[in-house]
């Protein structure tokens, strides 16, 4: 099955603690993104990539460090700059403009 | 003015009624409009996709673009319970080099049995 798989599914860190995301896609996708989403709200660019080894800000990059080592996958890594990291992230690749999303990572600290 | 606002809701219709969802865009996206649906607690699933202007079909949604209003919209007919989500705009920026989507807030739908 073709999809965007992201884990874990849930995920708790503690204050100070750096903590990855793991977002792997078999669609042949070259582009990738990272959103954040907080209750109530819609969806912020963290991150994205549009190829192998390049990546840029988004919206809301502060505290967030990516990369893009290989085509199918693309982690994020949340530092301890970040300063309100609970919230749900999800992943998305897309050809084209059409995106699609990976089942989410929902981040909470403890 | 945010580049893609929708209404946050919620918006209640009775099962079998139309539901009409509205958002309005600014300049800095582009011609591309996405709308998404969202369970509660899950990702975004795409399920229309309008590039021009006018009316797009598929079953019971329709998507419909004004460009000279900046306005796209989704359209559910015979709506049902399950059609209860919240469901995203989502627009592609006029900048061709980033080419990730920008998101509206989202508009949640209440269809009542």
């Known amino acids: 099955d073709g999809g965007i798989t992201q884990s874990p599914k849930y995920l708790f860190r503690k204050e100070g603690q750096n903590v990855t995301l793991s977002c792997e896609q078999n669609?042949?996708?070259?582009?990738m993104y990272w959103y954040r989403q907080d209750p109530g709200q819609g969806l912020r660019l963290i991150y994205y990539?549009?190829?192998?080894?390049?990546?840029q800000k988004g919206d809301i990059a502060e505290g967030y460090s990516v990369s893009r080592e290989k085509k199918e996958s693309f982690p994020l890594t949340v530092t301890s700059a970040q300063k309100n990291p609970t919230a749900f992230y999800l992943c998305?690749?897309?050809?084209?403009?059409?995106?699609?999303f990976g089942q989410g990572t929902r981040l909470t600290v403890v | 003015q945010k580049e893609v606002e929708q209404n946050s809701g919620p918006l209640s219709v009775p099962e079998g009624a139309i539901a009409s969802l509205n958002c309005t865009y600014s300049d800095r996206v582009s011609q591309s409009f996405f709308w998404y649906r969202q369970y509660s607690g899950k990702s975004p699933e795409l399920i229309m996709s309008?590039?021009?202007?006018g009316d797009k079909e598929d079953g019971r949604f329709t998507a419909q673009l004004n460009k000279a209003s900046q306005y796209v919209s989704l359209l559910i007919r015979d709506s049902q319970p399950s059609d209860s989500a919240t469901y995203l705009c989502a627009a592609a920026a006029r900048d061709t080099g980033r080419r990730a989507l920008t998101f509206g807030s989202g508009t949640r739908l209440q269809v009542q049995p």
């Open positions: 990539s549009q190829i192998v080894n390049d990546f």
């Open positions: 669609l042949n996708h070259d582009a």
């Open positions: 998305a690749s897309s050809i084209g403009t059409e995106a699609f």
């Open positions: 309008i590039y021009s202007n």
